[in-house]
């Protein structure tokens, strides 16, 4: 009955538009009462030890450096250096936005940003090669959602907070996957390059070449710097974040020098704005989910599907379903926060790895981003390309069956996952 109570409240005050942190409190007041034990500083405590989380400033400090590289020029010179690398194959640029998202995700770790900085650079560009603004558009979105997968990725430092699960390793467990989905990306748009005819190329001279080639290694360089000093403890997930904003800064200032005086109040306004939206909704969130726990829904979901836990590949796919319809109507970071607590005791009675179901959790729930009607990097896309969000949907839906395709193959053959995690750890 509490579930049901949860549910309920939750689905009606976001159908009628209440922003979701603010239906998460409303949820748990609701809980509250059913459970007879309503108490406001409860919830007040709950939700500023949600907030009161050392890893959770890894959050702050990477959009601080997504928001510096924005302005820095750092993105401009990887979609550089991605049409340098594919640009001069068939429908190239549609290839160098997916390379360029990947680059670009070893550097944001948020989906949001990699379609907002790699859209308004390459969309353009596209559409004046003659690419179709919605197809272009649907590439773009879906591309970024390598973002929440390929290191350092927002989502998988959530999921360490709230599961106690090592992030550094769950960071590692999302790069080989991440580049495995990039890969059937471009093998998808190869089909609809030779479907719709698009034939753009871009060339570069030996000099051309030399010169992006120095302008963007800079920025190749900083996602390398984050993976190798996480993997040999030179410095923590969230040390990591401060060492990228660092970076970012010194780069964009002395090297490329594109990042001015005036540009840095501005870029702190906005990193604020959008670590306080993402921290707003884990605190709510952890309120929510310490009340369910107190309800014992974890339990209840372990009773309801006890009869497959013995059959670990049956239980991943019922699981699966619940998480597609949950990221189809509510953003990814309450949702792990949320049912992360309930699933991973059912997890680990069926006895399935924690980090591999992380990496999946995270997969699916991504996808609920291009999924309508909370799926916020469509609305993204649609400020950028100013096309209907029914457009952009008919245009992604083949790299969001792409991306579905990806996560079968993680769930159908775990060592896909498992063995590069294993090599790249060494656990």
């Not at 919830?43 to 820095?72: C, D, R, S, T, Y």
């Not at 796919?317 to 991973?344: R, W």
Request: net charge positive; with cysteine; glycine share 10%.
């Amino acid at each position: 009955m509490a579930l049901g109570v949860f549910l309920g409240t939750l689905l009606v005050f976001l159908a009628i538009g209440v922003p979701i942190a603010f239906s998460l409190v409303i949820c748990a007041v609701a809980l509250m009462y059913f459970l007879n034990a309503f108490n406001p500083q409860i919830i007040a405590q709950n939700m500023v030890g949600g907030a009161n989380n050392f890893p959770l400033l890894a959050i702050p400090f990477f959009m601080l450096a997504g928001e510096i590289m924005g302005k820095g020029g750092l993105s401009q010179y990887i979609v550089e250096f991605a049409n340098l690398v594919v640009g001069r194959v068939r429908g190239g640029l549609g290839y160098a936005a997916i390379l360029a998202s990947m680059i670009f995700a070893g550097l944001s770790g948020a989906a949001v940003a990699d379609t907002a900085a790699i859209g308004g650079i390459l969309l353009p560009m596209m559409v004046n090669n003659g690419y179709g603004k919605a197809r272009s558009t649907g590439l773009i979105c879906a591309s970024a959602l390598l973002a929440p997968i390929i290191p350092p990725s927002l989502p998988m430092i959530i999921l360490g907070v709230t599961t106690g699960l090592s992030i550094g390793d769950l960071f590692m467990v999302g790069l080989v996957p991440g580049v495995i989905m990039g890969l059937i990306l471009m093998i998808t748009w190869s089909f609809i390059v030779r479907k719709e005819g698009y034939d753009s190329r871009v060339s570069y001279t030996k000099e051309e070449a030399i010169k992006i080639l120095k302008k963007s290694l800079p920025a190749l360089v900083l996602p390398l710097i984050i993976l190798i000093g996480i993997r040999f403890g030179v410095f923590t997930p969230t040390e990591a974040g401060s060492v990228a904003v660092v970076y970012a800064f010194l780069v964009s200032t002395l090297y490329y020098k594109e990042l001015k005086a005036k540009d840095i109040p501005g870029i702190f306004v906005e990193a604020g704005k959008s670590t306080a939206v993402v921290v707003f909704v884990a605190a709510a969130a952890m309120a929510v989910a310490w009340l369910l726990t107190i309800a014992q829904i974890p339990d209840l979901v372990v009773s309801l599907f006890g009869g497959i836990v013995h059959k670990p590949l049956l239980l991943i796919f019922a699981i699966n379903l619940l998480l597609l319809g949950v990221g189809m109507v509510m953003d990814i970071t309450p949702a792990i926060m949320i049912l992360a607590p309930v699933l991973f005791p059912l997890i680990k009675a069926a006895g399935i790895h924690p980090i591999y179901f992380g990496l999946i959790m995270v997969l699916n729930l991504v996808i609920g981003l291009i999924t309508p009607p909370v799926g916020v990097v469509l609305y993204v896309g649609t400020g950028l390309s100013k096309i209907s969000l029914t457009d952009l949907v008919k245009a992604i839906l083949p790299f969001m069956l792409a991306e579905a395709i990806s996560l079968l193959l993680f769930i159908l053959f775990p060592d896909l996952v498992m063995i590069p995690f294993h090599l790249i750890t060494g656990k």
